[in-house]
Protein backbone atom coordinates (compact mmCIF):
# COMPACT_ATOMS: atom_id res chain seq x y z
CA UNK A 1 0.00 0.00 0.00
CA UNK A 2 2.41 2.76 0.87
CA UNK A 3 4.99 1.48 -1.87
CA UNK A 4 2.18 1.98 -4.30
CA UNK A 5 1.21 5.65 -2.49
CA UNK A 6 5.04 6.66 -3.03
CA UNK A 7 4.69 5.59 -6.70
CA UNK A 8 2.21 7.81 -7.39
CA UNK A 9 3.67 10.39 -5.64
CA UNK A 10 6.81 9.61 -7.81
CA UNK A 11 4.63 9.89 -10.94
CA UNK A 12 2.66 13.35 -9.92
CA UNK A 13 5.99 14.76 -8.73
CA UNK A 14 7.44 13.68 -12.45
CA UNK A 15 4.60 15.51 -14.78
CA UNK A 16 4.27 18.16 -12.14
CA UNK A 17 8.11 18.50 -13.02
CA UNK A 18 7.87 17.92 -16.85
CA UNK A 19 4.89 20.02 -17.33
CA UNK A 20 6.60 23.39 -15.42
CA UNK A 21 10.34 22.84 -17.35
CA UNK A 22 8.17 22.86 -20.19
CA UNK A 23 6.29 26.01 -19.07
CA UNK A 24 9.94 27.81 -17.70
CA UNK A 25 11.40 27.56 -21.54
CA UNK A 26 7.88 28.71 -22.79
CA UNK A 27 7.70 31.57 -20.81
CA UNK A 28 11.66 31.99 -22.44
CA UNK A 29 10.62 31.96 -25.84
CA UNK A 30 7.88 34.63 -24.79
CA UNK A 31 10.03 36.79 -23.27
CA UNK A 32 12.60 36.65 -26.19
CA UNK A 33 10.51 36.96 -28.89
CA UNK A 34 8.21 39.97 -27.56
CA UNK A 35 11.53 41.70 -28.31
CA UNK A 36 12.00 40.33 -31.63
CA UNK A 37 9.87 42.95 -34.63
CA UNK A 38 7.91 40.41 -37.36
CA UNK A 39 8.87 40.92 -40.86
CA UNK A 40 6.43 40.07 -42.62
CA UNK A 41 3.72 42.06 -40.14
CA UNK A 42 5.46 45.12 -39.60
CA UNK A 43 4.37 46.64 -36.74
CA UNK A 44 3.63 43.34 -34.59
CA UNK A 45 6.38 41.95 -32.35
CA UNK A 46 6.67 38.18 -33.27
CA UNK A 47 4.89 37.26 -30.19
CA UNK A 48 1.71 38.46 -31.22
CA UNK A 49 2.14 37.21 -34.91
CA UNK A 50 0.83 34.13 -36.12
CA UNK A 51 2.26 34.54 -39.45
CA UNK A 52 4.72 31.83 -40.61
CA UNK A 53 7.63 33.28 -40.37
CA UNK A 54 6.89 34.16 -36.62
CA UNK A 55 5.72 30.78 -35.88
CA UNK A 56 9.53 29.39 -37.93
CA UNK A 57 10.79 31.93 -35.80
CA UNK A 58 9.22 30.66 -32.16
CA UNK A 59 10.12 27.30 -33.13
CA UNK A 60 13.89 28.12 -33.65
CA UNK A 61 13.98 29.95 -30.31
CA UNK A 62 13.15 27.05 -28.70
CA UNK A 63 15.43 24.98 -30.38
CA UNK A 64 18.11 27.07 -29.87
CA UNK A 65 17.59 27.52 -25.81
CA UNK A 66 17.14 23.81 -25.81
CA UNK A 67 20.79 23.34 -28.04
CA UNK A 68 21.97 25.49 -25.08
CA UNK A 69 22.24 29.01 -26.80
CA UNK A 70 22.04 32.21 -24.67
CA UNK A 71 19.12 35.06 -24.96
CA UNK A 72 21.84 37.46 -26.59
CA UNK A 73 23.29 34.73 -28.48
CA UNK A 74 20.00 34.08 -30.52
CA UNK A 75 19.67 37.66 -30.60
CA UNK A 76 22.84 37.92 -32.34
CA UNK A 77 22.01 35.01 -34.61
CA UNK A 78 18.87 36.72 -35.98
CA UNK A 79 20.43 40.23 -36.45
CA UNK A 80 23.19 38.73 -38.72
CA UNK A 81 20.46 36.88 -40.67
CA UNK A 82 17.82 39.73 -40.56
CA UNK A 83 20.10 42.78 -39.69
CA UNK A 84 19.77 44.85 -36.31
CA UNK A 85 16.12 46.04 -37.43
CA UNK A 86 14.63 42.95 -36.06
CA UNK A 87 15.50 44.04 -32.26
CA UNK A 88 13.16 46.09 -30.75
CA UNK A 89 16.26 47.78 -29.07
CA UNK A 90 18.51 49.57 -30.92
CA UNK A 91 21.84 48.70 -30.62
CA UNK A 92 24.84 51.32 -29.08
CA UNK A 93 26.86 52.09 -32.13
CA UNK A 94 27.86 55.48 -33.91
CA UNK A 95 24.35 55.83 -36.19
CA UNK A 96 22.65 55.27 -33.25
CA UNK A 97 24.83 57.89 -30.86
CA UNK A 98 22.45 60.64 -31.74
CA UNK A 99 19.26 58.54 -30.44
CA UNK A 100 20.66 57.53 -27.31
CA UNK A 101 22.49 60.73 -26.38
CA UNK A 102 19.57 63.24 -27.13
CA UNK A 103 17.37 62.64 -24.82
CA UNK A 104 19.90 62.56 -21.80
CA UNK A 105 21.38 65.83 -23.16
CA UNK A 106 17.69 67.00 -23.57
CA UNK A 107 17.00 65.70 -19.91
CA UNK A 108 19.95 67.92 -18.50
CA UNK A 109 19.44 71.00 -20.81
CA UNK A 110 15.61 71.00 -19.53
CA UNK A 111 17.11 70.20 -15.75
CA UNK A 112 19.39 73.61 -16.12
CA UNK A 113 16.82 75.82 -17.59
CA UNK A 114 14.24 74.50 -14.33
CA UNK A 115 17.46 75.61 -12.11
CA UNK A 116 18.06 78.84 -13.42
CA UNK A 117 14.72 79.52 -13.43
CA UNK A 118 14.30 78.32 -9.61
CA UNK A 119 18.00 80.43 -9.00
CA UNK A 120 16.42 83.46 -10.60
CA UNK A 121 13.06 83.50 -8.73
CA UNK A 122 14.77 83.67 -5.37
CA UNK A 123 17.30 86.46 -6.01
CA UNK A 124 13.95 88.17 -7.12
CA UNK A 125 12.42 87.50 -3.78
CA UNK B 1 9.79 93.34 -31.35
CA UNK B 2 11.05 90.06 -28.96
CA UNK B 3 7.46 88.51 -29.38
CA UNK B 4 7.60 88.55 -32.94
CA UNK B 5 10.65 86.90 -33.42
CA UNK B 6 9.70 84.35 -30.97
CA UNK B 7 6.56 83.94 -33.00
CA UNK B 8 8.64 83.49 -36.50
CA UNK B 9 10.60 80.74 -34.44
CA UNK B 10 7.64 78.75 -33.25
CA UNK B 11 6.03 78.88 -36.92
CA UNK B 12 9.12 77.52 -38.46
CA UNK B 13 9.62 74.89 -36.35
CA UNK B 14 6.04 73.98 -37.03
CA UNK B 15 6.68 74.34 -40.27
CA UNK B 16 9.58 71.92 -39.89
CA UNK B 17 8.07 69.41 -38.15
CA UNK B 18 5.05 69.48 -40.61
CA UNK B 19 7.03 68.87 -43.66
CA UNK B 20 8.90 65.87 -42.38
CA UNK B 21 5.63 64.51 -41.57
CA UNK B 22 4.68 65.14 -45.11
CA UNK B 23 7.63 63.75 -46.55
CA UNK B 24 6.97 60.56 -44.47
CA UNK B 25 4.02 60.17 -45.78
CA UNK B 26 4.73 58.92 -49.39
CA UNK B 27 7.89 56.94 -47.98
CA UNK B 28 7.97 53.22 -48.13
CA UNK B 29 8.07 52.17 -44.55
CA UNK B 30 8.20 48.26 -44.79
CA UNK B 31 11.43 46.95 -43.73
CA UNK B 32 12.99 44.58 -46.43
CA UNK B 33 16.25 42.87 -45.14
CA UNK B 34 17.85 43.14 -48.69
CA UNK B 35 21.94 42.67 -48.48
CA UNK B 36 22.60 41.80 -44.98
CA UNK B 37 24.96 38.37 -45.64
CA UNK B 38 26.31 37.92 -48.28
CA UNK B 39 27.43 34.25 -47.93
CA UNK B 40 25.22 31.73 -46.76
CA UNK B 41 26.45 28.50 -43.97
CA UNK B 42 27.23 25.45 -45.18
CA UNK B 43 23.73 24.22 -43.41
CA UNK B 44 22.65 20.55 -44.06
CA UNK B 45 19.27 20.13 -45.44
CA UNK B 46 16.66 17.22 -45.75
CA UNK B 47 15.90 16.28 -49.31
CA UNK B 48 12.34 15.90 -50.03
CA UNK B 49 11.95 12.41 -51.94
CA UNK B 50 15.19 10.30 -50.02
CA UNK B 51 14.52 12.15 -46.83
CA UNK B 52 18.12 11.77 -47.37
CA UNK B 53 20.48 15.10 -45.95
CA UNK B 54 22.84 16.89 -48.67
CA UNK B 55 25.30 20.23 -47.15
CA UNK B 56 24.47 23.06 -49.98
CA UNK B 57 28.09 23.15 -51.16
CA UNK B 58 27.66 19.07 -52.00
CA UNK B 59 25.20 20.06 -53.94
CA UNK B 60 27.42 22.13 -56.58
CA UNK B 61 29.12 20.34 -59.36
CA UNK B 62 32.61 22.99 -59.97
CA UNK B 63 31.83 26.14 -62.24
CA UNK B 64 28.36 25.71 -61.89
CA UNK B 65 25.79 28.71 -60.24
CA UNK B 66 23.04 27.36 -57.91
CA UNK B 67 19.14 29.53 -58.18
CA UNK B 68 17.79 28.64 -54.65
CA UNK B 69 14.14 28.72 -55.06
CA UNK B 70 12.06 28.76 -51.92
CA UNK B 71 8.25 27.50 -52.69
CA UNK B 72 5.36 25.96 -51.33
CA UNK B 73 2.11 24.46 -52.85
CA UNK B 74 -0.05 26.98 -50.92
CA UNK B 75 1.85 30.17 -52.11
CA UNK B 76 -0.04 31.79 -54.41
CA UNK B 77 2.99 33.94 -56.24
CA UNK B 78 4.93 30.93 -56.81
CA UNK B 79 2.56 29.36 -58.84
CA UNK B 80 2.85 33.02 -60.95
CA UNK B 81 6.99 32.89 -61.14
CA UNK B 82 6.96 28.97 -61.91
CA UNK B 83 7.06 29.73 -65.36
CA UNK B 84 10.23 31.62 -65.35
CA UNK B 85 11.56 29.14 -62.86
CA UNK B 86 11.15 26.52 -65.25
CA UNK B 87 13.08 28.48 -68.16
CA UNK B 88 15.81 29.00 -66.01
CA UNK B 89 16.24 25.01 -65.39
CA UNK B 90 17.27 24.78 -68.98
CA UNK B 91 19.86 26.97 -69.03
CA UNK B 92 23.54 25.00 -68.85
CA UNK B 93 25.17 25.78 -66.05
CA UNK B 94 22.87 26.55 -63.41
CA UNK B 95 21.08 24.25 -61.02
CA UNK B 96 17.84 24.92 -59.92
CA UNK B 97 17.11 24.18 -56.39
CA UNK B 98 14.27 24.55 -54.80
CA UNK B 99 13.47 24.41 -51.08
CA UNK B 100 10.04 23.68 -49.95
CA UNK B 101 8.69 25.76 -47.38
CA UNK B 102 6.28 24.34 -44.69
CA UNK B 103 4.24 22.26 -47.21
CA UNK B 104 2.31 19.00 -46.79
CA UNK B 105 4.11 16.57 -49.35
CA UNK B 106 0.85 15.49 -51.21
CA UNK B 107 0.11 19.01 -51.85
CA UNK B 108 3.33 19.88 -52.81
CA UNK B 109 3.50 16.22 -55.17
CA UNK B 110 0.82 17.75 -56.76
CA UNK B 111 1.91 21.34 -56.99
CA UNK B 112 4.81 19.39 -59.07
CA UNK B 113 2.42 17.31 -61.07
CA UNK B 114 0.49 20.03 -61.97
CA UNK B 115 2.90 22.55 -63.31
CA UNK B 116 5.46 20.33 -64.22
CA UNK B 117 9.00 19.79 -61.76
CA UNK B 118 11.66 22.48 -62.95
CA UNK B 119 13.96 21.58 -59.87
CA UNK B 120 16.95 19.13 -60.03
CA UNK B 121 16.89 18.42 -56.61
CA UNK B 122 14.35 19.73 -53.72
CA UNK B 123 15.03 20.10 -50.22
CA UNK B 124 12.25 20.35 -47.43
CA UNK B 125 12.08 23.37 -44.77
CA UNK B 126 9.43 21.71 -42.64
CA UNK B 127 8.82 24.30 -39.88
CA UNK B 128 10.94 26.97 -41.45
CA UNK B 129 13.45 27.13 -39.61
CA UNK B 130 15.72 26.51 -42.39
CA UNK B 131 14.91 29.65 -44.33
CA UNK B 132 15.63 31.76 -41.67
CA UNK B 133 19.40 30.19 -41.64
CA UNK B 134 19.25 31.29 -44.99
CA UNK B 135 18.13 34.79 -43.94
CA UNK B 136 15.01 33.87 -45.85
CA UNK B 137 11.27 35.03 -44.59
CA UNK B 138 8.78 34.26 -46.72
CA UNK B 139 7.84 32.71 -49.97
CA UNK B 140 8.84 32.88 -52.75
CA UNK B 141 12.12 34.02 -52.21
CA UNK B 142 15.06 33.36 -54.71
CA UNK B 143 18.93 33.04 -54.24
CA UNK B 144 21.76 33.05 -56.99
CA UNK B 145 24.48 31.85 -55.13
CA UNK B 146 27.98 30.31 -56.99
CA UNK B 147 29.91 27.31 -56.04
CA UNK B 148 31.45 29.37 -52.74
CA UNK B 149 27.98 30.15 -51.41
CA UNK B 150 28.08 34.06 -52.14
CA UNK B 151 24.61 35.34 -52.44
CA UNK B 152 25.00 37.37 -55.92
CA UNK B 153 21.43 38.48 -56.13
CA UNK B 154 18.30 37.84 -53.91
CA UNK B 155 14.74 37.74 -54.89
CA UNK B 156 12.16 38.58 -52.35
CA UNK B 157 8.88 37.78 -53.40
CA UNK B 158 8.71 36.10 -56.95
CA UNK B 159 10.56 36.50 -60.23
CA UNK B 160 9.55 37.87 -63.65
CA UNK B 161 10.67 37.82 -66.86
CA UNK B 162 13.02 40.95 -65.74
CA UNK B 163 14.83 38.81 -63.18
CA UNK B 164 15.00 36.10 -65.49
CA UNK B 165 17.02 37.54 -68.26
CA UNK B 166 19.09 39.33 -65.33
CA UNK B 167 20.05 36.03 -63.58
CA UNK B 168 21.01 34.70 -66.87
CA UNK B 169 22.69 37.78 -68.34
CA UNK B 170 24.73 37.40 -64.30
CA UNK B 171 25.56 33.49 -64.63
CA UNK B 172 27.20 34.34 -68.64
Known amino acids: MIIKLFKLIFILFFINFSIFSAFAENKKVEEISKNLRCLICQGQSVYDSNSEFALSVKILISEKLISGSTESEIYDFLKSKYGDWIVYEPEFNKSTLLLWILPLFLFIFGGLLIVRKVIINRSIK | ?172
Open chain 2, 1 to 172: MKIKLQFIFVFLIIIFVLSIFFKSLFENKNYIPEKIINKLDNQSITEFYSSKNYKLKDLFSPEEYIILNIWASWCVPCRQEHLHITNLSVVDNLKVVGLNYKDKKNNAGKFLSDLGNPYDIILIDKNGTESIFLGAYGVPETFLIDSELNILKKYIGPINLEDELEIKKLIK
